[in-house]
């Protein structure tokens, strides 16, 4: 079973997608807009971003724009977690993602991971870093 993190942006999901695509060294980025929504369908004719993803070899990591006269609830209550496969790459992306945004939990040794950090980055978007399965 796998589960896929959907996040939800109201007119920033572009450069949120952006940003992680360049965090996480994404090989694949997909993009598309309201405005390319067949017109017939009543859909509103924007630059917002109707459906993004990213993906970087199994993962993937969706969003889109909140369509107009939709509630916007910023994210809450949730984190996406991500595994690095050291401590070096889990900490660059943890500082990357804690630029311009807010630390709540400082990188450092765990007794469950040698690195793990949690922070909600500039977009609103909660992470923990943590590194993927080296010991403590």
Known sequence: MTFIPYLY??????AAMDFY???FDADEVVKMRFK???????????????????????WLLMSNDMAEGMPYQPQAGV????????????????DKLCDG???IMPF??????AGFGMCKDKFGTHWMIMVADETS
């Open 9 to 14: 942006f109201d007119g920033s999901s572009e």
């Open 21 to 23: 695509a360049e965090t």
């Open 36 to 58: 390319e929504a067949p017109p017939d369908i009543g859909m509103e004719q924007s630059d917002k971003i109707m459906y993004s993803h990213i993906k970087k070899g199994d």
């Open 79 to 94: 984190s996406v977690a991500h595994h690095a496969k050291s401590v070096e790459e889990a900490k660059a992306r943890y």
């Open 101 to 103: 945004g807010m630390v």
């Open 108 to 113: 450092e040794k765990q007794f469950f991971s």
